[in-house]
Nanobody, 130 residues
Framework: QVQLEESGGGSVQAGGSLRLSCAAS????????MGWFRQAPGKEREGVAT????????YYTDSVKGRFAISQDNAKATVYLQMNSLKPEDTAMYHC???????????????WGGGAFGNWGQGTQVTVAS
């Protein structure tokens, strides 16, 4: 079982930056993909970014490409989401999750808002003011 703990959320003005962290503990050996998802009130969960831990490959939803960057620190079992040029529409609860699946499956699961991902963390709130 994997436990995930997110941190780093907060309130910023539009155009600002935040860096989210997702610390993993427990049996992480099969956590091939780590993903960030977000959910705003009244909206469905949306996949934001995912990273394939064996080789660092990354994949982003279109709305954050060029603004967000996902990275990993294997020594700390931590995945980060650097968020720049934040917009009010980025306001949401951000969660991280893991998937024991091939990279292609992880990308599809991200597009579908979850799927193969599990071990969801409690989330960290991001609020962007206009």
């Amino acid at each position: 079982q994997v436990q995930l703990e997110e941190s780093g959320g907060g309130s910023v003005q539009a155009g600002g930056s935040l860096r989210l962290s997702c610390a993993a503990s427990g049996n992480t050996s099969s956590s091939y993909c780590m993903g960030w998802f977000r959910q705003a009130p009244g909206k469905e969960r949306e996949g934001v970014a995912t990273i394939y831990t064996p080789d660092g490959s990354t994949y982003y939803t279109d709305s954050v490409k060029g603004r967000f960057a996902i990275s990993q620190d294997n020594a700390k079992a931590t995945v980060y989401l650097q968020m720049n040029s934040l917009k009010p529409e980025d306001t949401a609860m951000y969660h991280c999750a893991t998937a024991a699946a091939p990279w292609a499956v992880c990308q599809v699961a991200l597009r579908w808002g979850g799927g193969a991902f599990g071990n969801w963390g409690q989330g960290t709130q991001v609020t962007v003011a206009s």
